[in-house]
């Protein structure tokens, strides 16, 4: 129990039409029955009273039509931003997408032609370079330095990698996997290096919420706002508050062109309704939602420090030390076995199903993506398998 919020409450998600706990045999291949998810990014806790206060209200009144007028959102989106992060978008600056993939896949289309080169830093998220890839353009991907277990961003590997096709850089702040936070110092890199090269940056900061003490999340746009001309920032209650079935995103762009380019290839899309319920429930947790994250990141804090002790302790292992997400990322390169053997011991041996290192692209051949944002038992659970297996 934390405050008043329960964390370790067993809640049963079989049977749920759950993407995690009910397909991830069809997803990742098959596992024995008793396996435990690990695997896709949300959380196993009771979402905020105010977001299943919503859904209850809207279950009450009973009908469920196209969503309307944003103001209530947009409202509690912006006001949450300034709160948390000192962040004051304006509301004319905001899209709202089908949560942020859709998002992605719209920045690739909109501000980039077939054949055209995005820049990413690998390892990332997989849908990143996927998405990247599915609309015909090209991924460059810029390796970053794994530097005493943490990442860094290889600016000059970057400038070697591009050429006049690339259009855009597209960062991942805070970092998936690795749960790096960026520095002002690095961020202001990234930015000027965009501006000597005439690349528009989107940044992903889906993750910004889920921050550790001892480091701090700076929207992209606040550190160097009269760039904020070619910065497109993605946001999104999703991660934050364990909605991640609203599919819910909201993407900032201040530039009135680009932001022209962006609503033209989402209305070419079709995609112009939002999700009523997703829009109910996201409004609520900006609005409501924060003292239940003032006790989430307490609890995630715990977690993640329970898993990096277990993992130190077995032989070959190596937890990245996060300092943002509920995505472990640990390094297997040490047991000198395969990827195969690895992925085949998880599978069969400590039954638990993960996120593989090489679907983030380059570095992460050796690494396997762990997520902890489960009650305390499961977790125990599986960190003794995991220490049977390979200890």
Request: some cysteine; aromatic content about 10%; charged content about 25%.
């Amino acid at each position: 129990m934390t405050k008043d919020f329960d964390f370790d409450e067993p809640i049963d998600r079989r049977g749920t039409h759950s993407s995690k706990w009910d397909a991830f045999s069809g997803r990742l291949g098959a596992y024995p029955e008793d396996t435990i998810p690990m695997w896709v990014a949300d959380m196993d806790f009771r979402a905020a009273p105010a977001v299943n206060e919503a859904l209850r209200w809207a279950a009450d009144h009973g009908v469920h039509g196209y969503f309307g007028d944003f103001g209530d959102f947009h409202r509690a989106f912006l006001d949450f931003m300034e709160r948390r992060h000192r962040w004051r978008g304006q509301e004319e600056w905001l899209i709202t997408t089908h949560g942020l993939v859709n998002a992605i896949g719209l920045c690739v289309q909109a501000f980039s032609e077939p054949g055209d080169g995005v820049a990413i830093f690998a390892p990332v998220y997989h849908m990143f370079a996927n998405t990247i890839r599915a609309n015909d353009r090209r991924a460059v991907e810029s390796p970053m330095k794994n530097v005493q277990g943490r990442y860094e961003m290889d600016l000059e590997d970057l400038s070697a990698r591009i050429d006049d096709r690339t259009k855009m850089v597209m960062l991942c702040s805070p970092q998936n996997p690795g749960g790096r936070v960026w520095t002002e110092e690095e961020l202001l890199a990234v930015i000027e290096f965009c501006e000597e090269r005439d690349l528009i940056l989107i940044s992903d900061e889906i993750h910004q919420d889920l921050v550790y003490p001892g480091a701090k999340h700076r929207v992209t746009m606040n550190v160097k706002p009269s760039a904020a001309d070619r910065i497109v920032t993605l946001l999104a209650p999703t991660k934050t508050f364990n909605i991640a079935g609203g599919l819910t995103g909201v993407v900032a762009i201040p530039n009135e062109e680009l932001r022209a380019r962006f609503e033209k290839r989402k209305a070419a899309s079709g995609a112009l309704a939002p999700n009523r319920l997703g829009l109910l429930v996201s409004t609520a947790a900006y609005a409501e939602g924060d003292a239940w994250l003032d006790a989430l990141v307490p609890y995630l804090q715990a977690s993640r420090d329970r898993l990096d002790a277990v993992v130190a302790e077995i032989p070959g292992l190596r937890s990245m030390h996060l300092e943002a997400t509920y995505l472990a990322w640990i390094d297997f390169s040490e047991t000198g076995l395969s990827f195969e053997e690895i992925d085949e011991r998880l599978r069969t041996h400590a039954r638990i199903a993960v996120n593989p290192g090489p679907s983030f692209g380059p570095g992460g051949e050796t690494f396997m993506r762990f997520n902890f944002a489960c009650r305390r038992a499961i977790l125990d659970t599986a960190l003794e398998r995991l220490a049977a297996t390979f200890g």
